[in-house]
């Protein structure tokens, strides 16, 4: 079983950064590639950038590829999200997420453990 806990969201003005941790607990954290989605209000629950276990591979998708980075450390059992340049369109619940497997998956329903998700609000 896998648990985790995001952090790290808050209100920001356009242009700014965020840093979003994902601590987990349970099973060999390095077994598991991790991943990032976000939900607007009105929206489907979209995914943002994966990362393999080994931390090796990563994904991203095309709104917030080269504004974000994705990134873990296994040794603290800790994924992290780095969003620089954010944009009112960022504005989302952000969800970390885990797949039973070391290989990433860029798909929603891949995914078998969900955190409760961090609200990030950035402001015009």
């Known amino acids: 079983q896998v648990q985790l806990v995001e952090s790290g969201g808050g209100l920001v003005q356009a242009g700014g950064s965020l840093r979003l941790s994902c601590a987990a607990s349970?099973?060999?954290?390095?077994?598991?590639?991790m991943g990032w989605f976000r939900q607007a209000p009105g929206k489907e629950r979209d995914f943002v950038a994966a990362?393999?276990?080994?931390?090796?591979?990563?994904y991203y998708a095309d709104p917030v590829n080269g504004r974000f980075t994705i990134s873990r450390d296994n040794a603290k059992n800790t994924v992290y999200l780095q969003m620089n340049s954010l944009k009112p369109e960022d504005t989302a619940v952000y969800y970390c997420?885990?797949?039973?497997?070391?290989?990433?998956?860029?798909?929603?329903?891949?995914?078998?453990?969900w955190g409760q998700g961090t609200q990030v609000t950035v402001s015009s």
């Open positions: 997420a885990a797949v039973s497997s070391p290989f990433g998956v860029t798909v929603r329903d891949g995914y078998q453990y």
């Open positions: 990362i393999s276990g080994g931390g090796g591979t990563t």
């Open positions: 349970g099973h060999t954290f390095s077994a598991h590639a």
